[in-house]
């Protein structure tokens, strides 16, 4: 209970810092995608958060207008000519991820935790992975400074049951700059998951 309350805190504070240091950039970013695309800056897609309850995910968008109902529907693929310009680039850095700090000031986020998973994903955990919504969702984890994109959902969800046994004020800061690390040398873009294996989290019923 005393952790929630100091992480809340650390969330709270560390949020409004980083909105007051990247407000610059949050105003930079609005102004390229309105000039550049038609359509909203912010995207939302309902997401799953704490013990199962929905919210809105915010993101800066990075693919075109009305792209759910194209192509792979919420599926992104690799080179998907449905994101912008912009959105490459904003994907490439995550700043696509930067309005997720909304999210945390609301308290449907926290800096650190597992990533906030597709609502689908609800009827495809079992027992054992359902432990991973026992935590608020963060904009970074323990499975993104640790493969990222280059795991498999079950991957990840194993890691974020490790980071869940685990967590402590001192591993979220480990967490966040190791984040920023991966951030400034895009480590990990070069890996991917092998394509034949079926994942079956990425299956859209």
């Known amino acids: 209970m005393l952790y929630r309350v100091i992480k809340r805190i650390f969330d709270l504070l560390g949020t409004i810092l980083l909105l007051l240091v990247l407000s610059p950039l949050f105003f930079m970013v609005a102004v390229l995608i309105k000039l550049t695309t038609p359509g909203e800056v912010v995207f939302k897609q309902l997401r799953i958060g704490r013990h199962g309850e929905l919210f809105y995910l915010y993101k800066f968008r990075s693919m075109v207008k009305g792209a759910q109902e194209m192509g792979s529907g919420m599926f992104v693929e690799e080179n998907d000519e449905r994101i912008t310009l912009i959105g490459k680039i904003l994907r490439k ?17 926290s800096l650190v935790g597992p990533r906030p998973a597709p609502v689908h994903h609800l009827t495809k955990y079992n027992e054992e992975q359902r432990r991973r919504l026992a935590v ?37 800061v480990k967490i966040l700059f190791l984040t920023l690390i ?12 092998d394509r034949k294996y079926v994942d079956p989290f990425m299956k859209i019923d």
């Open 93 to 109: 850095t995550s700043l696509d991820e930067l309005p997720q700090l909304f999210n945390v000031l609301k308290g449907e986020m």
């Open 136 to 172: 608020k969702p963060g904009i970074t984890g323990w499975a993104q400074v640790n493969g990222r994109v280059a795991l498999y959902w079950p991957q990840r969800i194993e890691l974020d049951l490790w980071y869940i046994d685990h967590y402590s004020l001192w591993l979220d």
């Open 182 to 193: 991966a951030v400034l040398t895009r480590r990990g873009e070069e890996a991917k998951p």
